[in-house]
């Protein structure tokens, strides 16, 4: 006598009670073995598949569902209410066949939705099981407002794709509260063009190391404390000089110090910069003024002859073989126009880079060279190989080169500056180097800083970055990661450390400056599954505040 396939024994057991649900609409466990089918490509796909199941012989059903107990196993205990946010596949479908083989309940969500309409459907479902792209999930576990959706039901997550980094798992525990399975896609594209970026950041290593021979972590340590002390002093003493900060029983409103130091209208942005820096280094202090605004208090400072030595120290360590000369004489010669620049009597100069960033320019330009040579060596068409290099300086001498290079008669390049308003396979850019990037953020409020003793020869903590304008990290990634057609990479030049001589040769807002860490969630949370970082987090270049990220989006 012929026996039921379980899975239709288990669609028959659901009765009239839901079996799938998709777009708001529930099909029962019997309407599903009616060849009822509902809405949308994984809910025709499963409809479809029942119906087939049904017609197979005993032997043969009992085949097909050994692997659905497999999955049935996975998922584990019911309740299972199990949200599947994957496209139409053959795992797709056998996760779906497998919770209605366990007496569960699907709920086909949609991967196209933005992340927190997704969310918003998990909590809606109290999903107990959620299944869907590694891709899917780093994102989806970073969303801001993810405490805003009730989660509590949520016990797995199933995620498909190549091997996982460890810092996207612990961050997707955190925030989801679940247990995380990890899926293997074996030979998926995604999982050959992550092992591509990965041995072209290798051999990007390897092309840079030379640039670092001779740097240690002290002498980066060092030099940045130099620096910023050499900075401070001189910043201090220009609003001194105006009668202002000198005694601490004095508190002066902003608007007094600017009216007592003359500034001009042009020059308020960057004064009020000065300020916010002297307070969180502890060289004066800020109160509450009310109305009124910040009131800020100093002491005597250092006399003009101080703040010339304060400099010795900086110079004598950067000639140890750290940068070129013209870099640092730059600062120092603009530290003394300050007084005159910004009462208006001398015309500011255009905004200088960071001092740091030039010890870094032969790493990072090697690096990037090699990252662009050998995208564009794997370059496969039809059409041509589109770079658009967006950089405030002009452009890096190693992208232009790298492609010259690399070019061969059927791989044409075409390099650009601006965008043009298609798309492209690698975008190079620095932070704020495209107007799309640097948003004025002068109005909002700068993070809290552990104030330091006045001329600490410590640096500050590695996490703490400075960031009193521009973009926030995830618009300006946001809009990169827009420009970049399917497969393409992201090549991130962005700061990671506060840069307090820009307070002096920079433009009145400056970059964003957020820890690495920061950056990495940026880019993932824009659509880049994928995101390396040079040089490594414990490499001594780390210290010089600078870092590329190599990020692709699938």
């Not at 039809?382 to 290099?389: A, H, Y």
């Amino acid at each position: 006598m012929p026996t039921t396939p379980a899975l239709v024994s288990a669609l028959r057991e659901l009765g009239d009670r839901p079996a799938v649900v998709a777009d708001g609409r529930a099909i029962s466990g019997i309407g599903l073995l009616l060849g009822v089918s509902p809405p949308g490509g994984l809910p025709r796909a499963l409809a479809r598949r029942v119906a087939e199941h049904a017609a197979l012989p005993p032997s043969a059903a009992r085949a097909a569902e050994q692997r659905l107990r497999y999955w049935a196993g996975v998922l584990g205990t019911p309740p299972i209410r199990h949200t599947v946010l994957h496209p139409v596949t053959d795992l797709a479908v056998d996760l779906a066949l497998a919770t209605l083989l366990a007496g569960g309940t699907v709920h086909c969500g949609d991967p196209d939705q933005r992340p927190e309409q997704q969310l918003r459907a998990v909590a809606a479902a109290r999903t107990t099981h959620l299944s869907l792209p590694s891709a899917l999930l780093w994102p989806l576990s970073r969303q801001p407002d993810l405490t805003a959706h009730d989660l509590g039901a949520l016990r797995l997550v199933l995620h498909v794709g190549p091997e996982p980094r460890q810092e996207d798992v612990y961050t997707a525990v955190d925030a989801l509260g679940a247990v995380l399975a990890h899926v293997r896609a074996p030979d998926s594209n995604t999982e050959a063009a992550d092992r591509r970026l990965r041995a072209d950041t290798e051999n990007a290593t390897a092309a840079a190391w030379k640039h670092s021979i001779g740097i240690t972590a002290a002498q980066v340590r060092d030099f940045g404390a130099q620096l910023d002390r050499a900075v401070l002093a001189a910043l201090l003493h220009t609003l001194q000089q105006s009668g202002v900060l000198t005694d601490p029983a004095r508190g002066h409103p902003e608007a007094e110090v600017l009216a007592a130091a003359m500034v001009t209208p042009v020059q308020r942005p960057r004064v009020a910069r000065w300020l916010d820096a002297l307070a969180r280094h502890g060289l004066i202090t800020r109160q509450d003024g009310g109305a009124q605004g910040p009131v800020f208090r100093g002491r005597p400072g250092p006399a003009a002859a101080e703040v010339r030595d304060t400099w010795r120290p900086a110079v004598e360590t950067w000639a140890d073989g750290l940068g070129p000369a013209a870099a640092l004489t730059r600062v120092r010669r603009d530290a003394l126009r300050l007084p005159r620049v910004i009462t208006g009597q001398e015309t500011p100069r255009p905004a200088a880079t960071p001092v740091r960033r030039a010890a870094a320019r032969g790493y990072l330009g090697a690096a990037l060279g090699a990252l662009v040579r050998g995208t564009a060596e794997a370059h496969q068409g039809p059409g041509p190989l589109r770079v658009l290099e967006l950089d405030p300086e002009g452009g890096e001498p190693a992208v232009a080169r790298a492609l010259a290079a690399a070019t061969r008669p059927r791989h044409a390049v075409e390099h650009h500056s601006v965008p043009d308003g298609g798309r492209y396979d690698v975008v190079v850019a620095t932070v704020a180097a495209a107007p799309a990037l640097a948003p004025a953020f002068a109005s909002a409020p700068a993070p809290a800083f552990a104030p330091a003793p006045a001329f600490a020869s410590a640096p500050a903590p590695a996490s703490t970055v400075a960031v009193t304008a521009a973009g926030e990290p995830e618009q300006e990634v946001a809009a990169l990661v827009q420009l970049l057609s399917p497969g393409g990479r992201l090549l991130l030049l962005a700061p990671t450390a506060e840069h307090l001589d820009l307070l002096i040769t920079g433009d009145a807002h400056g970059p964003t400056a957020r820890p690495a860490e920061h950056w990495r969630a940026a880019l993932t949370a824009a659509g880049c599954p994928t995101v390396l970082t040079l040089p490594e987090d414990e490499h001594p270049m780390t210290l010089l505040g600078q870092r590329l990220f190599a990020a692709r989006v699938d």
